[in-house]
């Protein structure tokens, strides 16, 4: 594949709405994630972010529009029929199982490995693997869930997401709420993923953090895309940033 060639199209969504009860909180949201690639989708509090990521998941009842991922119409499918595809989700909110060691939170996660469209093989993660990405977790494998700090358990969410081997990942507000030295090391994780294949959509607010480690971003506001370009072109627009992502 040249570098010129557009990279083969993972995902792509066009015209997506979605409701909580009656509030109507995405209006005709277009977006694609390529091959290799890492997409900031970025706003402010209540912009929409998280709601777009949980729509393409399939986690809202209420939703509307197109959503093709791998080729296959899952406008309509549900989380775990997503997630079998090779749709990986790590929440906000985490959600480790408190109870469980971190060796078992990995297995719960783990889904047979995959290959490509052309025939070549998708990234496989083992515990092992995943222990040279998050050393951190590699010295307490058999640490309840629930006994490790905020930044430790969002690593975990993350693995126990590879451990099902997605061709994209969608990670829900990364850098939020962790100390400095998790970010540095999220950033890392983020960097050594797309060297390995995989693709990344990630909501965010913080630009100093997606502009280390996304290729393309999305703006949102009030529920809808109000700017698309390079990240390098993001972090060059000060009178976009001004608009929709300062304080």
Sequence with gaps: MTTNEPKELLLQAKGLQAWYGAAQILYDVDLDVRRGEVVALMGRNGAGKSTTLKTLMGMLAKRKGQIQFMGRDISKSDPHDAARLGLGFVPEDRRVFTDLTVMENLEVGRQPARTWPDGTAAPV?????????????????????????????????????????????LLDEPSEGVAPVIVEQMAHMILELKEQGVSILLSEQNMHFAELVSDRAYVLEKGQIRYQASMAELAANDEVRRAYLSV
């Design 125 to 169: 993660w083992t515990p092992e693997r995943l222990f040279k990405l998050f050393p951190n977790l590699g010295e307490m494998p058999q640490r309840p869930g629930g006994r490790m700090s905020g930044g430790e358990q969002q690593m975990l969410t993350v693995a126990r997401t590879l451990m099902g081997n997605p061709y994209l990942v």
